[in-house]
């Protein structure tokens, strides 16, 4: 099941304000030219844009056209457990800390069902500020060496865990998010550039294959104040307009 297309084309939009590329002021593409880049009605071309209103990243005026909105920073978690709708797409740019395989056992993450003895591999990463280059996020990711054998071999400085998942066929059948008030440890508080046994919120993500195996076990510690994440409902039973 495919998402809408309104919901496609304004994850792209999304993606392109939280990284950055489309920056606080800049325009963003009218009705019309969404009508003519992604061939669709003008309906979904408005609701695109009145879903990026309404969601805060973008301002439209009348006769002023629509400007991407001071400030945006705001990250839809359903698109971190949504595999239908694309990556959430976090700003920045991202450092490697370590790639490793270990056994899960070891793991900085827990992965449920997943022997101890079973081989892993291990990324941690940290998400950098796309204004001053200051951390923001680290990410640690530890994914069953048999699904992805030769991640260690990618630019991980780009790789999208989920979409690399798909690239090798890896169906994502569940998601799941976590949300942990934890206070920093030190290796993590090194990394962010803050002082460790400060409050911080974790958050983790599960996924697992549709034959109920893990896939993927996440966990990202963040920098307050960095971000801002909602979760957006959309009555799945409103006719889409494309």
Same mark, same amino acid.
Request: hydrophobic letters at 40%; aromatic letters at 8%; glycine letters at 8%.
């Given at each position: 099941m495919t998402a809408p297309q309104?919901? /496609?084309?304004?994850?792209?939009?999304?993606?392109? /304000?939280? #990284?950055?590329?489309?920056a606080p002021g800049a325009k963003?593409?009218?009705e019309a030219e969404l009508q003519f880049e992604y061939q669709v009605s003008r309906s979904v071309a408005q609701r695109v844009l009145n879903d990026l209103a309404n969601a805060g990243l973008v301002i439209r005026r009348k006769r002023l056209g629509t400007h991407v909105a001071d400030g945006a920073r705001q990250i839809n978690l359903m698109r971190s457990?949504?595999?239908?709708?694309?990556?959430?797409?976090?700003?920045?740019?991202?450092?490697?800390? %370590?790639?490793?395989?270990?056994? +899960?056992?070891? +793991? +900085?993450?827990?992965?449920p069902g997943l022997d101890d003895l079973e081989p892993v591999i291990q990324l941690t990463r940290v998400r950098r500020d796309v204004t001053d280059d200051s951390a923001t996020v680290v990410e640690i990711a530890a994914i069953p060496f048999a699904l992805t054998p030769e991640l260690l071999e990618e630019n991980l400085e780009d790789v999208s865990v989920r979409a690399y998942l798909a690239q090798q066929g890896v169906e994502i059948a569940r998601s799941r998010m976590y949300f942990d008030p934890v206070l920093l440890d030190e290796e993590n508080a090194a990394l962010l550039q803050l002082t460790a046994g400060i409050p911080v919120l974790r958050r983790r993500r599960?996924?697992?294959? #549709?034959?109920?195996? /893990?896939? %993927? #076990?996440? =966990?990202?510690?963040?920098?307050?104040? =960095?971000?801002?994440?909602? /979760?957006?409902?959309?009555? %799945?039973?409103?006719?889409?307009? #494309?």
């Open positions: 309104y919901q /496609i084309i304004r994850a792209e939009l999304e993606a392109r /304000i939280v #990284s950055g590329e489309l963003v593409p009218t457990v949504d595999p239908r709708i694309g990556d959430a797409n976090l700003p920045g740019r991202m450092d490697v800390v %370590e790639g490793t395989v270990i056994p +899960a056992g070891k +793991a +900085a993450v827990t992965l599960l996924m697992w294959q #549709s034959n109920g195996q /893990i896939a %993927e #076990s996440a =966990a990202y510690y963040l920098k307050p104040g =960095a971000m801002e994440f909602y /979760i957006e409902y959309s009555d %799945e039973n409103q006719p889409d307009p #494309s």
